[in-house]
């Protein structure tokens, strides 16, 4: 598991059903993300990883 900041919660927790996704950077670029759920709140998290290739 994974270590995401929570903006709801204001603090950083483990990430639950995290997955490996790909979001759109700048100048058409592709940034890898891990994407996951808040296991207190519910919300949404993201955690942005290195540069895809």
Partial sequence: MSEAYCVKCKAKREMENE???VMKGKGG???RALSG???ECGTKMFR???KAN
């Fill in 29 to 31: 670029t592709k940034r």
């Fill in 19 to 21: 997955e490996e996704v």
């Fill in 37 to 39: 759920k808040c296991p």
């Fill in 48 to 50: 942005i990883l290195g």
